[in-house]
């Protein structure tokens, strides 16, 4: 199946090519919204994370304003305190670890590695929390140092160190935030614009679908239906422009043979029958039916018991050039004539090396040379009054006549005999007056 020229298998191609881009743009949707979630989420992790700083900070001037001034009071801080830093401590690593969770997803997400380059502005989110990450680290150790032994903590120590970092403490966290936060409308922007480029591709892929289908299918069909009211109007012969593709060229291909046929019909119909000599019936069959039928010879062969002869030609000039107009029949050729009023039909197709295999027969080789024929077709008759006939038809195409034009001269020929048998008869009528 050549998918060029079958209608079907360019509708099914574009069908899939359109579901393909329909599938894409699907897939990338779902792409988007899973990275717009994982960035929704990572936002909330780093907001929980910044008031978990900020809740750190207040503890630690909390205990600074009411440190304990004896023994007992301490004893009272190591149980409550000490026991709150430790728990608001552990909340911001485990929060830091979730935060990280989300942007590392985000890095190993297969549909914005394939979409988005590396410096984005999420890049700068996910460097900023591996930079948290670092500090916040370097930190705890510091403050652990601070604190010293957790049986006796330091915790006015602690305080102090919390509170002496509280600026980098709450600008890290902001400028994470602040990251985060352009990273996801930054996301949201670039995803509105690819998601309107790939609409906007589907729409035109779509409308080069409908106007390739306006070209070459509908636009075909209208112009054909146009000119079959024309020929069925009376204007045989009309033919429409072949400019469509698959099934619809086939179609105006077999209206323009269809239109051709009638034209030859109605033609010969009207000329063969009026008045006139065989030479000018042959002509009138020329004229009219070389096109259809693919002919630029036509002769007809009067055969008796010893020989054939061509008693006429057309075109004429070509006629003229016929100095052996005989065939004898015990010749090949003349045996092939014999054999066609006895079948009904000739075909020798091939006549260029026929006629240099068969040297010796000169009508044959004056045939080819005259006419320069490759293809031989005929239809033999019987005239009631005269000889038996044989209605020639040559093409001097390389391929010969089709399949089609040799079952437009079969159906036709009996038309054509008759024609050529009241022209004898004109002949005859014509010799007696």
Not at 1 to 29: D, E, H, P, Y
Not at 304 to 324: M, Q
């Amino acid at each position: 199946m050549n998918l060029r020229k079958n209608i079907m298998a360019q509708f099914v191609a574009g069908a899939l090519l359109l579901v393909l881009c329909l599938l894409v743009l699907t897939v990338s949707q779902q792409q988007a919204s899973k990275v717009q979630n994982q960035l929704r989420d990572w936002q909330g992790q780093v907001s929980k994370l910044e008031l978990d700083v900020a809740s750190l900070q207040q503890q630690a001037q909390h205990y600074k304003l009411n440190a304990p001034r004896d023994f007992e009071s301490y004893n009272r801080d190591v149980a409550v305190f000490y026991k709150q830093f430790q728990q608001q401590l552990t909340s911001i690593t485990q929060t830091t670890e979730n935060a990280q969770i989300p942007a590392y997803r985000l890095k190993d997400n297969t549909a914005y590695n394939v979409f988005f380059s590396n410096d984005t502005a999420i890049e700068e989110s996910i460097k900023q929390q591996a930079s948290w990450g670092i500090f916040w680290n370097t930190f705890l150790t510091n403050l652990k140092q601070e604190i010293g032994s957790p049986s006796e903590p330091r915790l006015e120590w602690a305080a102090d160190h919390i509170i002496s970092t509280q600026a980098n403490l709450s600008s890290r966290t902001q400028a994470l935030h602040t990251k985060v936060v352009q990273a996801n409308q930054w996301f949201s922007t670039r995803y509105e614009q690819v998601s309107w480029l790939m609409s906007g591709a589907v729409l035109v892929f779509i409308s080069i679908i409908l106007a390739l289908f306006a070209q070459f299918i509908v636009r075909p069909i209208v112009s054909t239906t146009k000119v079959c009211k024309e020929v069925a109007a009376g204007e045989y012969g009309k033919k429409v422009t072949v400019n469509g593709v698959g099934e619809a060229r086939q179609l105006q291909e077999a209206f323009n043979d269809l239109s051709s046929r009638s034209k030859l019909l109605m033609d010969m119909l009207g000329d063969i029958n009026k008045p006139g000599d065989v030479p000018t019936k042959l002509k009138r069959i020329h004229s009219s039916g070389k096109e259809a039928l693919g002919c630029s010879w036509i002769g007809l062969m009067a055969v008796n018991e010893t020989r054939a002869e061509l008693n006429s030609s057309v075109p004429a000039a070509l006629d003229a050039n016929f100095k052996h107009r005989h065939v004898t029949l015990n010749k090949a050729f003349g045996r092939d004539l014999l054999s066609a009023l006895e079948t009904k039909w000739l075909d020798l197709p091939a006549l260029r090396q026929l006629s240099i295999k068969r040297h010796d027969e000169r009508f044959l080789r004056e045939l080819h040379k005259n006419t320069m024929a490759q293809h031989i077709v005929g239809y033999s008759f019987k005239c009631p009054k005269h000889n038996d006939f044989i209605l020639m038809f040559a093409c001097n195409l390389e391929h010969g006549f089709t399949q089609q034009q040799t079952d437009i001269i079969k159906a036709l020929s009996k038309l054509m005999a008759d024609g050529i048998i009241s022209g004898l008869d004109y002949n005859a009528d014509k010799s007696v007056a």
